[in-house]
């Protein structure tokens, strides 16, 4: 087989670029993937009971790109939706991030009043404060919400998510917990957030139907390294696995995912329920919450247990954030800088968390450099 690229991965990095090589340059494209399945963690289906479930957990769409929402609508209807989390703090469900809502629900009515009057002065209306910035405050009663949401809401749920303390994390983690200043309960503020109509599946299955891309699946790219010519290749998977593991391995967290099928119409008055602190799991989430399958007499719960990535057991979910292993990507990343005519991105390929959209937009990106380069 004679093919322009290879994309390895059927995730959004990998189907951005072979839709975009395929519609606008007309290349031939080769997409293989080792899982059985398009989609990459976004990949859902339809359970025996007829529940769209999110075999690799809850994935919500949201972005403030126009660019990437006007691109991805080519392939789908979109339902609106806006995620609600809630964490379990004391025994009360409260609203995520942390908020106006919140304080009410915890807190007295005189201390929510000073702690909200006092937010509202020092940052202003709508805004987001992280964590780590509120407890530089020399306001007691700010610097006493700061550490109370960062105890009950914050290190609890980074210990089980990552297996270590927020002080051993990159300041980035710390960066995206963040207080709002506002009784706007969704937990996303984008300008865009919705779900696909028929789900994600269907939205790949429609990027990938052009005629000059052929799919292999439950294929290790390195199987057709030797059977198929082409003149370049993306990769999508782990960088570290791509060179060897020459400068060591990358460590990743996982998860593992327990599906619970309940005979109710719903068990949760949200989409997902967070529980910092207690159980082993972090938190729940109802897949018709976010799908809208509100006819249904039964639903579907996903219990979330982080562990360790363990190469050929599970999958690599989040690159871990901390300095040393960002020194041992930049390794990696000279090995790439040799290589003409290898292409690295994406989650793995990057070794960066991306949301859906900022995935999309790496691969956008890199396209049009290669369509210019």
Request: hydrophobic share 35%; no cysteine; charged share 30%.
């Amino acid at each position: 087989m004679r093919v322009d690229y290879v994309i390895v991965g059927a995730g959004f990095t990998g189907a951005t670029l072979a839709e975009r090589l395929a519609s606008e340059l007309d290349k031939k494209v080769l997409v293989v993937d080792r899982r059985p399945h398009i989609g990459g963690n976004a990949y859902d289906e339809y359970d025996p009971q007829g529940v769209l479930v999110h075999r690799y957990g809850p994935h919500i769409f949201h972005t403030n790109s126009k660019k990437v929402w006007d691109y991805l609508s080519r392939f789908t209807e979109w339902r609106p939706y806006y995620h609600r989390v809630r964490a379990v703090v004391e025994g009360k469900e409260v609203p995520l991030p942390f908020s106006l809502a919140s304080l009410r629900a915890l807190f007295s009515p005189r201390l929510a009043d000073r702690l909200e009057e006092k937010l509202i002065a020092r940052f202003g209306y709508g805004t987001r404060v992280p964590i780590l910035r509120l407890r530089e405050e020399e306001d007691p009663d700010l610097r006493f919400l700061a550490d109370y949401v960062y105890r009950n809401v914050f290190e609890g749920y980074t210990l089980k998510q990552w297996g270590m303390r927020p002080e051993e994390l990159s300041p980035t983690v710390t960066g995206r917990v963040p207080v709002l200043v506002s009784y706007d309960e969704r937990y996303f503020q984008d300008a865009y957030q919705a779900m696909p109509r028929e789900g994600y599946t269907a939205l790949f299955r429609r990027m990938l139907a052009h005629p000059n891309i052929r799919l292999l699946l439950q294929t290790d790219w390195k199987e057709v390294e030797g059977e198929v010519r082409f003149d370049r290749l993306v990769f999508t998977g782990p960088i570290d696995e791509f060179f060897g593991y020459l400068h060591g391995p990358l460590p990743y967290r996982s998860l593992r995912f327990r599906m619970e099928h309940r005979p109710v119409p719903w068990a949760q008055e949200v989409g997902t329920v967070n529980y910092p602190n207690e159980h082993p799991y972090t938190r729940v989430t109802e897949f018709k919450h976010l799908t809208g399958q509100d006819h249904l007499p039964h639903t579907v719960l996903a219990y979330e247990y982080p562990e360790a990535y363990e190469p050929g057991r599970n999958e690599p979910y989040y690159p871990v954030p901390k300095e040393e292993n960002e020194d041992r990507y930049r390794l990696y990343l000279k090995e790439a800088e040799k290589l003409k005519t290898v292409y690295f991105a994406g989650r793995l390929g990057d070794y960066r968390y991306y949301n859906m959209d900022q995935a999309v937009a790496r691969a956008l990106k890199l396209f049009e450099e290669i369509a210019h380069g």
